[in-house]
Protein backbone atom coordinates (compact mmCIF):
# COMPACT_ATOMS: atom_id res chain seq x y z
CA UNK A 1 0.00 0.00 0.00
CA UNK A 2 1.23 3.29 -0.45
CA UNK A 3 1.89 5.53 2.17
CA UNK A 4 -0.27 8.23 2.92
CA UNK A 5 1.77 11.51 1.62
CA UNK A 6 0.41 13.73 5.03
CA UNK A 7 0.73 12.52 7.98
CA UNK A 8 -1.19 13.72 11.12
CA UNK A 9 -0.69 12.47 14.68
CA UNK A 10 -3.11 13.69 17.79
CA UNK A 11 -1.69 14.29 21.15
CA UNK A 12 -5.22 14.71 23.19
CA UNK A 13 -3.93 14.82 26.11
CA UNK A 14 -1.67 18.22 25.27
CA UNK A 15 -4.06 19.11 22.15
CA UNK A 16 -1.41 19.63 19.67
CA UNK A 17 -0.89 17.85 16.55
CA UNK A 18 2.00 17.28 14.32
CA UNK A 19 1.36 16.76 10.69
CA UNK A 20 4.48 15.92 8.31
CA UNK A 21 4.80 16.58 4.74
CA UNK A 22 5.59 12.74 3.57
CA UNK A 23 7.04 12.89 0.30
CA UNK A 24 10.39 12.46 0.51
CA UNK A 25 11.15 11.27 -2.92
CA UNK A 26 10.51 14.63 -4.18
CA UNK A 27 11.68 16.47 -0.96
CA UNK A 28 8.13 17.38 -0.14
CA UNK A 29 7.89 18.98 -3.36
CA UNK A 30 4.91 20.90 -3.11
CA UNK A 31 2.58 19.90 -6.22
CA UNK A 32 -1.02 21.06 -6.28
CA UNK A 33 -2.77 17.56 -5.18
CA UNK A 34 -0.04 17.75 -2.01
CA UNK A 35 -0.80 21.38 -1.22
CA UNK A 36 -4.33 20.73 -1.28
CA UNK A 37 -3.93 17.67 1.09
CA UNK A 38 -2.00 19.59 3.30
CA UNK A 39 -5.01 22.45 3.05
CA UNK A 40 -7.59 19.34 4.13
CA UNK A 41 -5.62 18.29 6.93
CA UNK A 42 -4.94 21.63 8.59
CA UNK A 43 -8.46 22.80 7.98
CA UNK A 44 -9.46 19.35 9.48
CA UNK A 45 -7.28 20.02 12.55
CA UNK A 46 -8.55 24.04 12.73
CA UNK A 47 -11.80 22.60 13.26
CA UNK A 48 -11.11 20.00 15.91
CA UNK A 49 -11.41 20.78 19.53
CA UNK A 50 -9.02 18.21 20.70
CA UNK A 51 -6.28 20.32 19.33
CA UNK A 52 -5.09 23.90 20.25
CA UNK A 53 -1.65 24.14 18.36
CA UNK A 54 -0.05 22.47 15.72
CA UNK A 55 3.07 21.47 14.39
CA UNK A 56 3.94 21.50 10.49
CA UNK A 57 6.97 19.40 10.01
CA UNK A 58 8.58 17.58 6.87
CA UNK A 59 11.70 15.09 6.84
CA UNK A 60 15.56 15.14 8.13
CA UNK A 61 16.38 16.21 4.60
CA UNK A 62 14.11 18.37 3.37
CA UNK A 63 10.71 20.56 5.19
CA UNK A 64 9.78 21.41 1.38
CA UNK A 65 11.70 21.89 -1.59
CA UNK A 66 9.59 24.00 -2.98
CA UNK A 67 6.81 24.10 -5.79
CA UNK A 68 6.55 20.71 -7.83
CA UNK A 69 9.01 21.95 -11.04
CA UNK A 70 7.92 18.53 -13.17
CA UNK A 71 4.53 20.55 -12.95
CA UNK A 72 4.96 23.50 -13.83
CA UNK A 73 8.02 23.15 -16.03
CA UNK A 74 5.64 23.24 -19.28
CA UNK A 75 3.30 25.81 -17.94
CA UNK A 76 1.31 28.74 -19.25
CA UNK A 77 0.17 31.90 -17.75
CA UNK A 78 -3.54 30.69 -18.19
CA UNK A 79 -2.79 27.40 -16.94
CA UNK A 80 -1.06 28.24 -13.98
CA UNK A 81 -3.94 30.89 -13.30
CA UNK A 82 -6.65 27.99 -13.78
CA UNK A 83 -4.68 25.59 -11.77
CA UNK A 84 -5.27 27.87 -8.70
CA UNK A 85 -2.23 26.95 -6.75
CA UNK A 86 -2.96 30.86 -5.08
CA UNK A 87 -6.63 29.86 -3.92
CA UNK A 88 -4.42 27.38 -1.69
CA UNK A 89 -1.94 29.69 -0.16
CA UNK A 90 -4.42 32.17 0.62
CA UNK A 91 -6.50 29.38 2.33
CA UNK A 92 -3.93 28.30 4.37
CA UNK A 93 -3.61 31.78 5.78
CA UNK A 94 -7.04 31.64 7.02
CA UNK A 95 -6.10 28.87 9.53
CA UNK A 96 -6.52 30.52 13.14
CA UNK A 97 -4.95 28.14 15.40
CA UNK A 98 -0.71 28.93 15.76
CA UNK A 99 0.83 26.27 13.93
CA UNK A 100 4.70 25.88 14.08
CA UNK A 101 7.55 24.87 11.49
CA UNK A 102 9.22 22.46 12.88
CA UNK A 103 12.13 22.68 9.66
CA UNK A 104 15.20 20.29 9.25
CA UNK A 105 16.74 20.17 5.68
CA UNK A 106 15.88 22.31 2.61
CA UNK A 107 13.02 24.48 3.31
CA UNK A 108 13.57 26.50 0.06
CA UNK A 109 11.33 28.44 -2.49
CA UNK A 110 7.92 26.98 -2.02
CA UNK A 111 8.83 25.54 1.03
CA UNK A 112 10.52 28.62 2.37
CA UNK A 113 6.95 30.34 1.57
CA UNK A 114 5.36 27.88 3.37
CA UNK A 115 7.38 28.11 6.68
CA UNK A 116 6.82 32.02 6.40
CA UNK A 117 3.07 31.15 6.53
CA UNK A 118 3.74 29.59 9.43
CA UNK A 119 3.41 31.31 13.07
CA UNK A 120 7.00 30.60 14.16
CA UNK A 121 9.52 28.67 12.84
CA UNK A 122 12.19 26.05 14.81
CA UNK A 123 15.06 25.29 12.81
CA UNK A 124 17.50 21.87 13.30
CA UNK A 125 21.37 22.97 12.46
CA UNK A 126 21.03 20.99 8.90
CA UNK A 127 18.21 23.76 7.59
CA UNK A 128 18.39 25.97 4.94
CA UNK A 129 16.47 28.58 3.70
CA UNK A 130 16.42 29.79 0.48
CA UNK A 131 14.18 31.43 -2.81
CA UNK A 132 15.84 29.84 -5.47
CA UNK A 133 13.08 30.47 -8.42
CA UNK A 134 15.44 33.25 -10.11
CA UNK A 135 17.45 30.06 -10.84
CA UNK A 136 14.59 28.89 -12.60
CA UNK A 137 13.98 32.07 -14.89
CA UNK A 138 10.84 33.01 -12.28
CA UNK A 139 10.25 34.85 -9.24
CA UNK A 140 8.71 33.71 -5.92
CA UNK A 141 5.26 33.00 -6.15
CA UNK A 142 3.80 32.59 -2.86
CA UNK A 143 4.66 35.47 -0.58
CA UNK A 144 8.38 35.31 -0.79
CA UNK A 145 8.91 38.77 -2.13
CA UNK A 146 5.94 39.85 0.29
CA UNK A 147 6.58 37.84 3.72
CA UNK A 148 10.30 37.42 3.64
CA UNK A 149 11.42 41.21 3.71
CA UNK A 150 8.72 41.74 6.26
CA UNK A 151 10.56 39.07 8.39
CA UNK A 152 14.58 39.93 7.36
CA UNK A 153 14.18 43.57 5.93
CA UNK A 154 14.29 44.64 2.52
CA UNK A 155 18.51 44.14 1.70
CA UNK A 156 18.39 40.46 2.86
CA UNK A 157 15.05 39.78 0.87
CA UNK A 158 16.90 40.82 -2.41
CA UNK A 159 19.87 38.97 -1.82
CA UNK A 160 17.76 35.42 -1.11
CA UNK A 161 15.73 36.60 -3.86
CA UNK A 162 17.59 38.02 -6.65
CA UNK A 163 20.70 35.79 -6.37
CA UNK A 164 18.86 32.41 -5.35
CA UNK A 165 21.49 31.66 -2.92
CA UNK A 166 20.16 29.21 0.88
CA UNK A 167 20.86 30.63 3.72
CA UNK A 168 21.89 28.09 7.08
CA UNK A 169 20.06 27.99 10.21
CA UNK A 170 22.71 30.53 12.12
CA UNK A 171 22.09 32.82 9.49
CA UNK A 172 18.21 32.33 9.18
CA UNK A 173 18.29 33.18 13.04
CA UNK A 174 20.74 35.98 13.34
CA UNK A 175 18.57 38.24 10.32
CA UNK A 176 15.28 36.78 12.42
CA UNK A 177 13.79 34.01 10.33
CA UNK A 178 13.44 31.53 12.40
CA UNK A 179 12.76 31.72 16.29
CA UNK A 180 15.42 29.14 17.33
CA UNK A 181 17.67 26.24 15.83
CA UNK A 182 18.50 23.27 17.60
CA UNK A 183 20.20 19.97 17.16
CA UNK A 184 18.78 18.25 14.40
CA UNK A 185 17.80 15.47 16.77
CA UNK A 186 15.99 17.94 19.39
CA UNK A 187 13.83 19.58 16.37
CA UNK A 188 10.60 17.84 17.45
CA UNK A 189 10.92 17.83 20.97
CA UNK A 190 11.84 21.67 21.16
CA UNK A 191 8.58 22.21 19.16
CA UNK A 192 6.14 20.29 21.48
CA UNK A 193 7.88 21.92 23.98
CA UNK A 194 6.60 25.38 22.71
CA UNK A 195 3.32 23.75 21.31
CA UNK A 196 2.38 22.44 24.44
CA UNK A 197 2.90 25.56 26.11
CA UNK A 198 0.92 27.37 23.41
CA UNK A 199 -1.83 24.86 23.50
CA UNK A 200 -2.33 25.17 27.24
CA UNK A 201 -3.23 28.92 27.01
CA UNK A 202 -6.89 29.74 26.89
CA UNK A 203 -7.87 28.40 23.32
CA UNK A 204 -9.63 32.11 22.47
CA UNK A 205 -6.72 34.17 23.68
CA UNK A 206 -4.47 32.22 21.88
CA UNK A 207 -6.55 32.16 18.37
CA UNK A 208 -7.62 36.42 18.90
CA UNK A 209 -3.65 37.13 19.87
CA UNK A 210 -3.00 35.11 16.36
CA UNK A 211 -5.40 37.21 14.27
CA UNK A 212 -4.71 40.31 15.51
CA UNK A 213 -0.61 39.94 15.22
CA UNK A 214 -1.46 38.86 11.35
CA UNK A 215 -3.71 42.30 10.90
CA UNK A 216 -0.01 44.21 11.88
CA UNK A 217 1.29 43.06 8.39
CA UNK A 218 -2.30 44.32 6.47
CA UNK A 219 -3.33 47.44 8.68
CA UNK A 220 -2.65 50.83 9.83
CA UNK A 221 -1.59 51.46 13.04
CA UNK A 222 -4.83 52.95 14.50
CA UNK A 223 -7.18 50.16 12.53
CA UNK A 224 -5.17 47.22 13.51
CA UNK A 225 -5.10 48.83 17.26
CA UNK A 226 -8.86 49.32 17.13
CA UNK A 227 -8.83 45.49 15.74
CA UNK A 228 -6.24 44.44 18.72
CA UNK A 229 -8.81 46.39 21.23
CA UNK A 230 -11.85 44.81 20.05
CA UNK A 231 -10.00 40.95 20.29
CA UNK A 232 -8.82 41.98 24.11
CA UNK A 233 -12.45 42.69 24.54
CA UNK A 234 -13.71 39.51 24.01
CA UNK A 235 -11.10 37.94 25.80
CA UNK A 236 -13.26 38.74 28.40
CA UNK A 237 -16.19 36.63 27.84
CA UNK A 238 -14.02 33.75 27.99
CA UNK A 239 -14.19 31.33 31.33
CA UNK A 240 -10.80 31.46 31.05
CA UNK A 241 -10.16 35.11 31.38
CA UNK A 242 -12.57 34.68 34.46
CA UNK A 243 -10.63 31.64 36.03
CA UNK A 244 -7.08 32.74 35.19
CA UNK A 245 -7.32 36.13 36.79
CA UNK A 246 -9.51 34.98 39.72
CA UNK A 247 -6.49 32.58 40.53
CA UNK A 248 -3.95 34.94 39.94
CA UNK A 249 -5.45 36.93 43.00
CA UNK A 250 -6.47 34.28 45.46
CA UNK A 251 -3.42 33.01 45.44
N1 LIG B 1 10.16 19.82 -7.74
C1 LIG B 1 10.15 18.54 -8.20
N2 LIG B 1 11.09 17.62 -7.85
C2 LIG B 1 12.05 18.01 -7.00
C3 LIG B 1 12.11 19.32 -6.47
C4 LIG B 1 11.08 20.24 -6.87
N3 LIG B 1 11.03 21.48 -6.39
N4 LIG B 1 13.18 19.41 -5.66
C5 LIG B 1 13.77 18.21 -5.67
N5 LIG B 1 13.09 17.36 -6.47
C6 LIG B 1 13.39 15.96 -6.76
C7 LIG B 1 14.60 15.85 -7.70
O1 LIG B 1 14.20 16.00 -9.05
C8 LIG B 1 15.10 14.45 -7.38
O2 LIG B 1 14.25 13.54 -8.05
P1 LIG B 1 14.90 12.21 -8.76
O3 LIG B 1 15.49 11.44 -7.61
O4 LIG B 1 13.72 11.54 -9.39
O5 LIG B 1 15.93 12.71 -9.70
C9 LIG B 1 14.81 14.31 -5.89
O6 LIG B 1 13.82 15.31 -5.58
C10 LIG B 1 16.03 14.57 -5.03
O7 LIG B 1 16.57 15.84 -5.39
P2 LIG B 1 18.13 16.05 -5.74
O8 LIG B 1 18.72 14.82 -6.30
O9 LIG B 1 18.25 17.30 -6.54
O10 LIG B 1 18.69 16.25 -4.25
P3 LIG B 1 19.95 17.12 -3.81
O11 LIG B 1 20.16 16.82 -2.36
O12 LIG B 1 21.09 16.92 -4.74
O13 LIG B 1 19.50 18.65 -3.97
C11 LIG B 1 17.99 20.51 -3.72
C12 LIG B 1 18.47 19.14 -3.18
C13 LIG B 1 19.11 21.54 -3.56
C14 LIG B 1 16.78 20.90 -2.88
C15 LIG B 1 17.63 20.37 -5.21
O14 LIG B 1 16.77 19.25 -5.36
C16 LIG B 1 16.92 21.57 -5.78
O15 LIG B 1 17.57 22.56 -6.06
N6 LIG B 1 15.59 21.49 -5.97
C17 LIG B 1 14.81 22.52 -6.61
C18 LIG B 1 14.53 23.62 -5.63
C19 LIG B 1 13.80 24.77 -6.29
O16 LIG B 1 14.24 25.35 -7.25
N7 LIG B 1 12.64 25.15 -5.71
C20 LIG B 1 11.82 26.22 -6.19
C21 LIG B 1 10.68 25.70 -7.01
S1 LIG B 1 9.72 26.98 -7.77
C22 LIG B 1 8.72 27.56 -6.52
O17 LIG B 1 8.79 27.14 -5.39
C23 LIG B 1 7.77 28.68 -6.91
C24 LIG B 1 7.02 29.27 -5.78
O18 LIG B 1 7.35 30.33 -5.27
C25 LIG B 1 5.79 28.67 -5.26
Redesign the pocket.
Do not use: N, T, Y
Given at each position: MEAANILVSINETKKTAIVTLNRP???N?LSYDFLNELNVALHTLDKNDSVNCIILTGSTK?FA??????A?AEQSPIGIWKMDMYGLWQSLKQLKKPIIAAVAG?A???GC?LAMICDMIIAAENAQFGQ??I??G?M???G?TQRLPKLVGKNKAMEMVLTGNFISADEAYRIGLVNKVVPTEMLILEAETTANLIASQSTIAVQMAKESILKSFEMSLNDGLAFERRNYMACFDTPEQKEKMKAFLSK
Open positions: KELAAAGADIKLFIGGEPEKLIPGAG
